[in-house]
């Protein structure tokens, strides 16, 4: 992981300004003389900047995320906790951290933090962003907030706005952090109790009741309590704390809630038909949380998109874990230029 320190201000959607940013960011492989051999990741709600450890299989040499061929960048977003400026930073202003006191942020925000990175980095192209989740919300964005600088993107389990769906399960995680007093106080290692239960809960939107019913069912018939499927929403819960705090997550829950390509564009539809890069979108046929539909819609608005789809026993996080899958679209929609992927 390497750190970009940015001296001058960075001012927010909202009007905040941070006077100074660190962003945290990892890249394989080498930038051509050009500067356009870029494909540009862009990580989820609790991933960080490096590929290799929440995407494994996709980057190296000969793989999706060819790096023999490209200069593969990926940047840890604003409000995270994963060495980009997040609410445990020190606030140059106080000398503190921000812990509630950091500001709502928004997509648009992250974008323009990766256009800083982008210009440091001597990038002057991007020949493909691939986002899944809220890496996608990044993604759309970028193409349209800069228009001509990316030729491919591949669109991922995401949507064009988040729906009313997915805000009532961020609200439901909001709630249990809420519940847990300490995460009103200043001490860093308050609000977990709070991130473990909103973790559960947002478990639930990643995965399916029947990756469930099969993964976790009973063979013992006469089990009164300490059930599988307990112990499991226990483990992930334990998982995430160990790995995150509270108040990114709260806020990030936020900025993904206030998605809306269409706002202020005059609506979702106009904004999507402003995307010139050459699109595909892909969804899980399994995906609880961005149901396929919202992928259609996406294909539908954004001129000559492709829209493909892949069968997943693991719901919305298919994406992370049906590799191959993922990569062979991937290929066929980099490589091959025609109006199919077949």
């Known amino acids: 992981m390497k750190i970009l320190r940015h001296k001058s201000p960075f001012t927010t959607e909202t009007g905040y300004t941070f006077t100074e940013l660190d962003i945290a960011y990892d890249t394989w492989g080498t930038l051509n003389s050009s500067g356009d051999n870029v494909i540009w990741v862009c990580h989820a709600l609790t991933a960080n900047s490096d590929v290799d450890a929440w995407w494994p299989g996709m980057t190296g040499e000969g793989l999706a995320f060819d790096t023999s061929r490209y200069f593969v960048v990926c940047a840890n977003i604003l409000g995270s906790c994963y060495g980009t400026t997040g609410p445990l930073s020190v606030n140059p202003s106080t000398g503190k951290p921000w812990f509630n006191d950091f500001p709502v942020i928004t997509v648009r925000d992250l974008v323009n933090v990766h256009e800083i990175l982008r210009k440091h980095l001597g990038i002057n192209g991007i020949d493909a962003i691939i986002g899944s989740s809220i890496g996608g919300y990044q993604a759309l ?67 399916t009741p029947y990756a469930y019913n099969t993964t976790q069912k009973e063979n013992d018939e006469t089990k009164l309590t300490s059930f599988r499927a307990s112990s499991y929403q226990d483990y992930q819960g334990d998982k995430l704390v160990k790995r995150f705090n509270a108040w990114s997550y709260y806020r990030l829950t936020q900025l993904a809630d206030s998605h809306n390509a269409g706002r202020g564009r005059g609506g979702v539809e106009k904004a999507l038909s402003q995307v010139t890069a050459r699109t595909l979108c892909l969804g899980i046929k399994s995906d609880l949380l961005y149901p396929v539909k919202e992928q259609k819609f996406v294909a539908s608005q954004v001129p000559g998109a492709q829209y493909a789809e892949i069968d997943s026993f693991f719901g919305h996080d ?20 025609s109006n199919s992927l077949k």
């Open 141 to 207: 964005e970028y193409c349209i907030m800069v228009p001509g600088l990316i030729r491919n993107m591949v669109f991922i389990a995401s949507s064009a706005r988040q729906s009313p769906w997915a805000i009532a399960f961020n609200e439901s995680q909001r709630l249990a952090i809420e519940a847990d007093p300490t995460f009103f106080g200043t001490d860093p290692e308050g609000g977990k109790k709070g991130l473990r239960a909103a973790r559960s809960i947002g478990l639930l939107s990643y995965r």
């Open 318 to 337: 298919g994406f992370l874990i049906e590799t191959e899958k993922v990569s062979e679209i991937f290929r066929k929609f980099i490589h091959n230029h």
